[in-house]
């Protein structure tokens, strides 16, 4: 079987646009840094790939150098990458329908976010390969809040600052506009010089882009309200997946599906560490009381009209809502 799998393994390369040479070699991008433990889960993924193959799979990692998530795709397309590891940033790229779980306050926890994401993941998958992709795991990437260059508690104080929006997303900055905020749209790559001029006053990220950007340096008051869970996932190809044989697929997909489950939970603890070291170097943590966390659900919710219909299929919309319901139903207290 090693020497079928050999085979299989170069033609499915090659016929992606691989080199031949390189036959045994699966380059994976990502925007992760080398020298950061979601690289190190990455590169033990690679080594049991290894084992399971019988040395005939060799998992090469491309990391922050790459450019962003968008020129990763585009080259896995293109063949010069057979895997990627991609953020809830990039992924809609390939599967619109994720923005439904991704809306601002659409879910308020982990464990909202895992219960209707174990009840939509299926579907999504399938979604994935018809358009010509699998999925071989799921890996939250973590919560978005928001960093501004002075105190924030309430929608309304958020109101008075311009916050950063990606460049060329119009319904995006959109919503931000229907739900009464400033939105300038700009590159990632030009945030902190924005931050440092004055150009933007606020940011919505994950406390880890926050800390290794280094953008918590101008906007050092965080408000601790979870605005958007992202969520991401490595993917490869369909048709180098189904090159692959067929009895050693199983042990392949658990490989993958161990790591992004190590993944997911260290994510949160570096998530967690994130804040304290910042903390340590001046971020100041401001607490939102429950009775604003409605306001902010509901300066959210007068964004959705720009979203649902354009970003947003609206059958996604209502299926991610009845299920989140469901689990706040589920879990109510007594």
Known sequence: MTALFRWLVTVALVAAGGDAALGR?????????????????????????????????????????VGDESDILRAMNLGQFQMAAISGGGLPDLIPELRAL?????????????????????????????????ILGWVPTGWLYFYTN???????????????????????????????????????????????TGLIDAIAVPPLAALSFQWFGSANHMTDVKWVSLEGAIIMPAKIWREFPADVQPALLASAQQAVARLAASLRQWSDDAVVAMRGHGLVV???????????????????????????????AREVERLRDEYRTLHAAP
């Open 25 to 65: 070699t699966l380059k994976l991008g990502t925007i992760a840094p080398k020298d950061s433990a979601y690289y190190d889960i990455l590169r033990d993924m690679g080594e049991d790939w290894k084992r399971i193959s019988g040395g005939e799979l060799e998992l090469r990692i491309y990391t922050s150098g």
């Open 102 to 134: 991704q809306m601002p306050m659409m879910l308020a926890s982990d464990e909202e976010r895992d219960y209707v994401g174990r009840r939509v993941h299926p579907e999504l998958e399938r979604l994935a390969e018809e358009r010509g992709y699998k």
């Open 150 to 196: 002075e105190p924030v508690v309430t929608p309304e104080d958020l109101k008075r600052l311009k916050v950063f929006a990606w460049a060329g997303n119009s319904g995006y900055i959109e919503a931000w506009k229907a739900s009464g905020f400033h939105p300038v749209p700009l590159p990632v790559t030009e945030v902190l010089t924005a931050l440092q």
């Open 286 to 316: 401001h607490a939102v009381p429950s009775e604003v966390v409605h306001q902010w659900e509901q300066a959210a919710r007068a964004g959705y009209p720009r979203l649902i219909g354009n970003l947003v299929a609206p059958k996604w």
